[in-house]
């Protein structure tokens, strides 16, 4: 079955950075487009980033373009994002998402909070 195992969110100051991991299993990875999420409790889920399968496309919301980066890494089946000059507004929970190969999967989601 499609599991993602998230790593890498917690605590930290404006300002600061995390990288998120996403270690998927239980489709065709390879040629899945994958996205990150992210929900803030009384709000919609909203798209952080999207990278195609190649990896040679990515897009991003507005509010993260030039702070944030999605990469990935086929081989082992995992997705990355890089988040610098984090800021609170970007304190949500965050998650992966093949939004082809496993639409109605979210796991469960990592905590990122940003505050001083």
């Known amino acids: 079955q499609v599991e993602f195992v998230v790593s890498g969110g917690g605590s930290v100051q404006p300002g600061g950075s995390l990288k998120l991991s996403c270690a998927a299993s239980?489709?065709?990875?390879?040629?899945?487009?994958m996205r990150w999420y992210r929900q803030i409790p009384g709000k919609e889920r909203e798209m952080v980033a999207h990278i195609s399968d190649t990896g040679f496309t990515t897009k991003y919301l507005d509010s993260v373009k030039g702070r944030f980066t999605i990469s990935r890494d086929n081989s082992k089946k995992e997705v990355y994002l890089q988040m610098d000059e984090l800021r609170p507004e970007d304190t949500a929970t965050y998650y992966c998402?093949?939004?082809?190969?496993?639409?109605?999967?979210w796991g469960q989601g990592i905590q990122v909070t940003v505050s001083a």
């Open positions: 239980g489709f065709a990875f390879e040629s899945a487009s």
């Open positions: 998402h093949a939004p082809y190969k496993a639409p109605s999967y």
